[in-house]
């Protein structure tokens, strides 16, 4: 494997897998939900270094690909606006949305391709920028993310406030990563025995959140870093948890975070956002998983600003939880996208009969083969 072919620290990494075989006793099925530590478990082939006992399950980490659909359709029409310049992440453009409207191209891209003014931007901030030199043009950022992006979100709407940059207008679809974790976990039928958390959420919100969860459930849930490493560490740590019956929130990942996370950004937020319930993508409608914008924010919502709020677009009705009842399961045929399974854990992207061969990176079916940090990416470039 390229693990110990390429990885610097190999011999390390060898000893944590040989000491997590040492303490295996029975199988454990433990989710990650970050798609930076899917992409490390998948290119280093950290799971083939583990006993078979252990079930590494892919979840929700990737913040593009949770996206629901329907905001996209949103996003796409928005575009197509004469008046409008959309700005957004550049792995959002080629994600599909529902294709609900009519005659609407099924992703930001085509809609560039039509003559949409959509430009790629690496902060909400050069949105702003771009919203201060084209006054006769509404500037619209398309904000995705975890709670990492957010505050930052939270600064450019604090700074068109401040500057009464009155052409600027943000589609808000930042979602939370606790309640997915706990919708996953009240699913009947739920695999999920322990979690790796991600390591650059709890650097912006901390992990308070986390130990009712681990208390509820009975699972563990160890805050994990990104690197190889940093993932044999978070999985010994989760499986040496299970092995003796705790379910404790651990840091892995102190390097980078603290209890409390990072509370200058946790304010901003704060002071911008509230908490709503959000459609995700393969997961259907979540409780209080969002943010929206305060009301003394509202004038700077795109979707109330274009009359978007009351939009007969329907989410991701495919979105909910399954089970594993057989008795309401079916078997895809060519051509299907089974996204929503591999967003929830439930499949890995091998089990799609579409995988690598109607759907690839050039022609995606679905939002995971399309993010740098979906799943189906993942296994597309590294083990296909």
Same mark, same amino acid.
């Given at each position: 494997?390229?693990?110990?072919?390429?990885?610097?620290?190999?011999?390390?990494?060898?000893?944590?897998?040989?000491?997590?075989?040492?303490?295996?006793?029975?199988?454990?099925?433990?989710?990650?939900?970050?798609?930076?530590?899917?992409?490390?478990?998948?290119?280093?082939?950290?799971?083939?270094?583990?006993?078979?006992?252990?079930?590494?399950?892919?979840?929700?980490?990737?913040?593009?690909?949770?996206?629901?659909?329907?905001?996209?359709?949103?996003?796409?029409?928005?575009?197509?606006?004469?008046?409008?310049?959309?700005?957004?992440?550049?792995?959002?453009?080629?994600?599909?949305?529902?294709?609900?409207?009519?005659?609407?191209?099924?992703?930001?891209?085509?809609?560039?391709?039509?003559?949409?003014?959509?430009?790629?931007?690496?902060?909400?901030?050069?949105? +702003?920028?771009?919203?201060?030199?084209?006054?006769?043009?509404?500037?619209?950022?398309?904000?995705?993310?975890?709670?990492?992006?957010?505050?930052?979100?939270?600064?450019?709407?604090?700074?068109?406030?401040?500057?009464?940059?009155?052409?600027?207008?943000? +589609?808000?679809?930042?979602?939370?990563?606790?309640?997915?974790?706990?919708?996953?976990?009240?699913?009947?039928?739920?695999?999920?025995?322990?979690?790796?958390?991600?390591?650059?959420?709890?650097?912006?919100?901390?992990?308070?959140?986390?130990?009712?969860?681990?208390?509820?459930?009975?699972?563990?849930?160890?805050?994990?870093?990104?690197?190889?490493?940093?993932?044999?560490?978070?999985?010994?740590?989760?499986?040496?948890?299970?092995?003796?019956?705790?379910?404790?929130?651990?840091?892995?990942?102190?390097?980078?975070?603290?209890?409390?996370?990072?509370?200058?950004?946790?304010?901003?937020?704060?002071?911008?956002?509230?908490?709503?319930?959000?459609?995700?993508?393969?997961?259907? +409608?979540?409780?209080?998983?969002? +943010?929206?914008?305060?009301?003394?924010?509202?004038?700077?919502?795109?979707?109330?600003?274009?009359?978007?709020?009351?939009?007969?677009?329907?989410?991701?009705?495919?979105?909910?939880?399954?089970?594993?009842?057989?008795?309401?399961?079916?078997?895809?045929?060519?051509?299907?996208?089974?996204?929503?399974?591999?967003?929830?854990?439930?499949?890995?992207?091998?089990?799609?009969?579409?995988?690598?061969?109607?759907?690839?990176?050039?022609?995606?079916?679905?939002?995971?083969?399309?993010?740098?940090?979906?799943?189906?990416?993942?296994?597309?470039?590294?083990?296909?």
């Amino acid at each position: 494997m390229k693990f110990v072919d390429e990885y610097r620290d190999r011999d390390l990494a060898q000893k944590y897998a040989a000491a997590i075989h040492e303490i295996v006793t029975q199988p454990w099925s433990i989710m990650e939900i970050c798609g930076g530590q899917t992409h490390a478990i998948v290119k280093y082939g950290i799971d083939t270094l583990l006993p078979p006992q252990i079930n590494l399950i892919h979840g929700p980490g990737c913040p593009v690909c949770v996206t629901d659909g329907a905001m996209i359709d949103r996003a796409i029409a928005l575009a197509l606006r004469p008046e409008v310049i959309l700005c957004s992440f550049g792995d959002m453009l080629r994600v599909p949305g529902l294709r609900q409207i009519p005659d609407q191209p099924a992703d930001l891209l085509s809609a560039k391709a039509l003559g949409a003014d959509v430009r790629t931007v690496y902060s909400p901030l050069d949105a +702003l920028q771009i919203a201060a030199a084209n006054p006769d043009q509404i500037v619209i950022f398309f904000g995705v993310g975890f709670e990492t992006t957010a505050p930052a979100t939270a600064m450019t709407v604090y700074q068109a406030d401040q500057r009464q940059i009155t052409n600027f207008a943000l +589609l808000a679809s930042h979602v939370l990563v606790p309640p997915a974790m706990e919708l996953i976990l009240a699913a009947p039928h739920c695999q999920v025995q322990g979690f790796l958390a991600a390591g650059h959420v709890c650097t912006v919100m901390g992990y308070g959140e986390y130990p009712p969860i681990a208390s509820r459930y009975g699972v563990p849930i160890v805050v994990t870093g990104f690197e190889p490493i940093d993932v044999l560490q978070g999985i010994y740590l989760c499986v040496q948890q299970l092995e003796s019956g705790q379910a404790q929130v651990v840091n892995q990942y102190a390097r980078s975070v603290r209890s409390e996370g990072n509370l200058t950004a946790q304010n901003l937020v704060q002071r911008v956002f509230e908490v709503t319930d959000q459609y995700w993508r393969g997961l259907g +409608l979540i409780p209080r998983s969002g +943010l929206g914008l305060r009301a003394e924010y509202q004038r700077f919502d795109a979707m109330q600003r274009f009359g978007l709020a009351n939009a007969c677009l329907e989410p991701n009705l495919q979105a909910e939880i399954v089970t594993n009842d057989s008795s309401t399961s079916s078997e895809p045929v060519e051509g299907d996208c089974i996204s929503g399974l591999i967003l929830q854990g439930v499949a890995k992207p091998p089990s799609c009969p579409s995988f690598g061969r109607v759907c690839n990176p050039e022609n995606p079916l679905g939002a995971p083969m399309v993010s740098s940090e979906g799943a189906c990416a993942a296994y597309y470039r590294y083990r296909r």
